[in-house]
């Protein structure tokens, strides 16, 4: 059978959802139909609001994430999954999470700060990464390129310390391993969605600053070995979400949601609650 590409990745500006081996016999028909299996919201061709994606992982009846990567393998390229990500909500994913992240660093750290200084496992938690964290942006103070070293580390950070601050469970999501050799690799069953970071050592700082490689998996596989930089494959997972209309973890529902609504600024006509709405008027009401 002989496969052509059926549109250019073009920067994110098209307007249609693209096929990447698509049949030359096949009819614009044909097209349309896979691309409303593979991904409903876009397959017919608009762009939708920004809304929190619907779809779970791994459930009963839903495509398995794997069979719509072979179906559409540019996916596996992170610029595929930017431009993806441009088409439906019409932002840059990189420009829009850095630069917001960085505008609430000085506020998140003081928050997180304020917090491990009081009595509690959470409190405990924090105290232990803003430790590392000290040493951490320290040490980038002797490196040559001082301000991306700092940027590294704040990033990182408060993508490690968001979901401590906020009370939920993350083990699950942030997992580490020393290798991902088949007979000693990670035991990835029950894992609908992590970030499968792989260290030479287990050891807190080891897998938050020096990790060899970061995974991403889905439905208890690795789909892809991403960027070593924590910020870069959690951004990278984000867009996933949002090309595969995929629904946020359970444990990590206020972490993602603080994500969408105050780092990506969309919103979603749902009202904020509890310990978000809470980190929300301490972040704006300084």
């Given amino acids: 059978m002989h496969c052509t590409l059926a549109r250019e990745v073009d920067g994110g500006s098209s307007s249609s959802m693209r096929l990447n081996f698509l ?10 139909h896979e691309c ?15 809304t929190s994606p619907k779809k779970i992982v791994g459930a009963v009846g839903a495509p398995r994430v794997g069979d719509i990567v072979d179906r559409w393998p540019a996916l596996l390229m992170e610029s595929q999954v930017v431009a993806e990500f441009h088409q439906i909500n019409n932002v840059n994913l990189r420009t829009q999470f850095y630069k917001e ?10 928050l997180f700060r304020d917090k491990a200084i009081k009595t509690g496992k959470t409190a405990e938690e924090l105290a232990k990464l803003m430790r590392i964290y000290d040493i951490q942006v320290n040490f980038s103070f ?12 704040h990033s990182l950070h408060l993508l490690r310390a968001l979901p401590v601050y906020l009370c939920e469970d993350a083990s699950k999501f942030f997992r580490t391993c020393s290798t991902l050799d088949s007979a000693d690799g990670p035991d990835l069953t029950d894992t609908p969605l992590a970030l499968l970071t792989v260290v030479t050592d287990d050891t807190t700082d080891s897998a938050l600053f020096s990790p060899e490689s970061i995974c991403i998996v889905f439905e208890d596989e690795i ?22 209309d995929l629904k946020y973890p359970n444990k990590l529902e206020l972490t993602f949601t ?9 919103e979603d006509n749902k009202l904020l609650k509890g310990r978000l709405l809470t980190l929300k008027n301490d972040l704006f009401n300084e």
Avoid at 258 to 266: D, M
Wanted: aromatic share 12%.
């Fill in 23 to 32: 049949p030359k016999h096949e009819t614009n028909n044909a097209k349309q």
């Fill in 258 to 266: 603080f994500i969408q609504k105050v780092v990506i600024c969309f």
């Fill in 142 to 153: 002797h490196m040559i390129q001082n301000y991306i070293n700092r940027w590294f580390v």
């Fill in 36 to 50: 409303s299996q593979m991904c409903p919201r876009q397959a017919h061709g608009h762009n939708l609001c920004p």
């Fill in 223 to 244: 789909l892809v070995n991403g960027p070593t930089n924590l910020g870069d494959s959690f951004l990278l997972l984000f867009g996933y979400i949002y090309a595969l």
């Fill in 101 to 110: 992240l960085d505008r609430h660093t000085p506020r998140l750290i003081t």
